[in-house]
Every structure is written in structure tokens, then in C-alpha cells.
């Protein structure tokens, strides 16, 4: 049991070029989520999926997009990167069932943009 | 958009010591979440909160849902050098979506 998996582990890009983040989880989860996260600032949440077929915008959507490929997989893909976009990329999941919050991260994505 | 005030930002202690450290927000919350991250690796849920007033308990890690629903508490007892970490805090709001509001974190340093 893996948990949740992200690849690459780091990533440079030139600016306007594209690249899909890859997340999976292996813990039968229905929600997922994907978030960026920058020096001094909490996580913010880029999208979400409630379930497989579904994707929600959080709060910094703009310049990304997300496929639901399967219940397991998440994907965010960056179509023109821009050096805001440098951060650090967190995928996570959470369990199914009413009532149960609690989200379990993967070991992240380092992504320069020069 | 909004987010947690975590506090203190930073502190370093000895080992041995015991660690306070708490999240606030202007919200009320049907969930708290805590944190820890290691430098170059993905936060580890170390306790999750359900109810208000509830005390929850993981090894030498206690924290607490605030009565009115708008704070929470991490306490670590009897710190050790592994302890060394950024501690932070997630709440779910009661808005009908799964979403989360994250702290800011708390960073850690245990002298030996």
C-alpha cells in the first residue's frame, strides 16, 4: 500500500512550456485534491475531485487544469508555464464515508519555471 | 483567501521541554487537522479532531478542538530532536464541501 504517489519528484521548465503532474492513490479514495505551496503562506488548493468525473476549482485555479482520469488517478497539467508558478505541488486524498475529513498527502512536486 | 493564523510562528526549545502551539480563524469548523512536514517531504496527519471540546491523544502529541469551534491546541510533551519540524493546522469549514483552510505552519527546533 503505497498511499499516494506523485511524479516527477522535481521539475525545471522554461517559461511557456507543459507539463502534467501525476498523482495516484492506491486507498480506494473517491475525493482528491491538488495544492501549491509557497514560502510563508499555508496550502492553497489549485482543484479538487469529489469523485471520478467531477473537478472542482479551489482557490488558485488560474493557469492550471485537471484531468480525473480513474478513481485512482489525478493529473494537473500546467499548459504555459509562468515563474509565478514555481512552488512546491502536493497531492492528497481523502477516504470515503460521511463524516470522515481527514486528507493524506503525497511527497510533492518541486516545480521551478525560469 | 482565507486562511488559518497559526502562532508562534517559530521557536526553538530544549529537549525535554514541553510545546505549545495553537490555530485560530474567524470561522467555526466541523473538523481541525494537524500537521507535521519534514523539510523535502509531504505533511503526515498526525491527529484528527471531530467534535468541540474533544482531546485527542497520538503518543506525546495531544491537541484539542476548541469549545467555540474557531481554534485548536497541539501540545508535545517531553520534546525530542525528531520532533524538529513544521507543524501546521487544516480546518474544514461547515460550508458543504469538502475544503480545507491550512495554517501557515509553526516551525520547530529542538536544542540538544
Known amino acids: 500500500n503505497a498511499g499516494v504517489t506523485q511524479t516527477p519528484k522535481f521539475q525545471v521548465l522554461k517559461t511557456g512550456q507543459s507539463m502534467t503532474l501525476q498523482c495516484a492513490q492506491d486507498?480506494?479514495?473517491?475525493?482528491m485534491y491538488w495544492y501549491r505551496q509557497d514560502p510563508g503562506m499555508g496550502l492553497r488548493l489549485i482543484y479538487y475531485s469529489a469523485s471520478e468525473g467531477t473537478t472542482d476549482k479551489g482557490e488558485v485555479p488560474n493557469g492550471y487544469n485537471v484531468s480525473r482520469l480513474n478513481k485512482r488517478e489525478f493529473s494537473l497539467r500546467l499548459e504555459s508555464a509562468a515563474p509565478s508558478q514555481t512552488s512546491v505541488y502536493f497531492c492528497?486524498?481523502?477516504?470515503?464515508?460521511?463524516?470522515?475529513?481527514?486528507?493524506?498527502f503525497g511527497p510533492g512536486t518541486r516545480l521551478t519555471v525560469t | 483567501g482565507q486562511q488559518l493564523n497559526q502562532s508562534p510562528q517559530s521557536m526553538f526549545i530544549q529537549e525535554g521541554e514541553d510545546v505549545s502551539m495553537n490555530c485560530t480563524s474567524s470561522?467555526?469548523?466541523?473538523?481541525w487537522l494537524w500537521y507535521k512536514q519534514d523539510p523535502g517531504e509531504g505533511p503526515v496527519l498526525l491527529i484528527a479532531l471531530y467534535k468541540a471540546g474533544e482531546l485527542t491523544s497520538n503518543g506525546r502529541l495531544t491537541a484539542q478542538f476548541g469549545i467555540t469551534r474557531k481554534d485548536s491546541f497541539l501540545n508535545i510533551s517531553a520534546s525530542i530532536p525528531s520532533d524538529v519540524g513544521i507543524y501546521f493546522c487544516a480546518g474544514r469549514p461547515f460550508s458543504g464541501t469538502y475544503k480545507y483552510i491550512f495554517g501557515t505552519g509553526t516551525r520547530l527546533k529542538v536544542l540538544a
Open positions: 486507498m480506494n479514495h473517491n475525493s
Open positions: 492528497a486524498s481523502r477516504p470515503p464515508g460521511r463524516g470522515i475529513n481527514e486528507q493524506y
Open positions: 470561522s467555526i469548523f466541523n473538523t
